[in-house]
């Protein structure tokens, strides 16, 4: 079994910045990807950065430029700072875990945190 708990989001004006928090435990062998996807109302969920074991970070094309992800191997941690917040990031934000377990391997879904960002 593999849990992903996300903290962070909240409400926040247009031009401000949050920070979502994610962590993965359990019986994990190795983590592959971490990473941020979102999901507003009425529209489907869409990736918004991942980063993969000894590669780069990847970003949707509407975030780019305002958003940072960082991962903490040891600690099975991903954060994804977020600045210059615009209403059309308002959203429910779910980390996104792909990791090696006994059998296989395992991608799981935190429960999501709500991001509303307020013109």
């Known amino acids: 079994q593999v849990q992903v708990v996300e903290s962070g989001g909240g409400l926040e004006q247009a031009g401000g910045s949050l920070r979502l928090s994610c962590v993965a435990s359990?019986?994990?062998?190795?983590?592959?990807?971490m990473g941020w996807y979102r999901q507003a109302p009425g529209k489907q969920r869409e990736l918004v950065a991942n980063?993969?074991?000894?590669?780069?970070?990847n970003y949707a094309a509407s975030v780019k430029g305002r958003f940072t992800i960082s991962r903490d191997n040891a600690k099975n941690t991903v954060d994804l700072q977020m600045n210059n917040l615009k209403p059309e990031d308002t959203a429910v934000y779910y980390c996104?875990?792909?990791?090696?377990?006994?059998?296989?391997?395992?991608?799981?879904w935190g429960q999501g945190t709500q991001v509303t960002v307020s013109s």
């Open positions: 359990g019986s994990i062998l190795s983590i592959q990807v």
């Open positions: 980063i993969a074991n000894g590669s780069s970070a």
């Open positions: 996104n875990v792909y990791a090696r377990v006994s059998g296989g391997f395992r991608a799981t």
